[in-house]
């Protein structure tokens, strides 16, 4: 298997950390969509990133589509519970971490401040949003769903990890220590560790 993606992108960073739980072994391919001749449209007409290019050549593409097909393609460890309520819990946690990144996305990506102040509160209030009830959801429990890791854990990581490096000036823990502490044990994982962008 191949994964097409930039180092940058948060979205890809949580597929690789799913990747490197299931112990799937594959080739990281570095792939911007923009740029001339990128190998990303072949495989996703969408030309978006993350995406997972099977041993027969098919294209897996949007990150919730490649984890919900990596968690299927080996049994263990299982990060996506069966059990309907279990697993729409899990989903709801990804839906949250994917949530805070998308809004972290636009403000961070919003150089040269085109859009409204009224706007950029709009995407602070859906960080701040998201942040609550994740703190409020992980209780005191070690894991973000029951006493296991699963892809609610990678989600929350994944999530706040880009909120910190792309809009440092975010401070969150003083509200939110549940979460704090959860950030630090998720960054001793082997997982976490090996797909840490460089600086």
């Given amino acids: 298997m191949k994964l097409l993606g930039v180092d940058r992108s948060p979205y890809v960073r949580k597929v690789r950390i799913v990747l490197e739980e299931k112990g799937f072994a594959y080739e990281y391919v570095q792939a911007r969509p923009s740029v001339p001749d990128s190998p ?5 007409p969408l030309a978006k990133i993350p995406v997972l290019v099977t041993d027969s050549g098919q294209g897996v593409y949007d990150s919730k589509v490649i984890v919900e097909y990596l968690d299927a393609l080996e049994a263990e460890p299982r990060l996506i ?39 950029h509160q709009r995407q602070r209030l859906k960080i701040d949003r998201g942040l609550a009830a994740m703190e409020k959801s992980l209780g005191d429990r070690a894991h973000c769903h029951r006493e296991r890791f699963s892809l ?42 090996r797909t840490m962008p460089a600086a």
């Fill in 40 to 44: 990303v449209p072949q495989y996703n």
């Fill in 81 to 119: 519970p069966q059990e309907i309520e279990a697993r729409m819990e899990v989903r709801r946690w990804e839906a949250l971490g994917d949530g805070i990144a998308d809004a972290t996305v636009l403000i961070s990506h919003d150089y040269d401040r085109r859009q409204t102040d009224e706007w």
């Fill in 152 to 193: 609610a854990d990678i989600s929350a990581g994944y999530a706040l990890a880009y909120l910190d490096t792309s809009l440092p000036q975010v401070e969150w823990r003083g509200a939110h220590p549940r979460l704090a502490a959860l950030t630090v044990r998720l960054a001793q994982r082997d997982s976490f560790r």
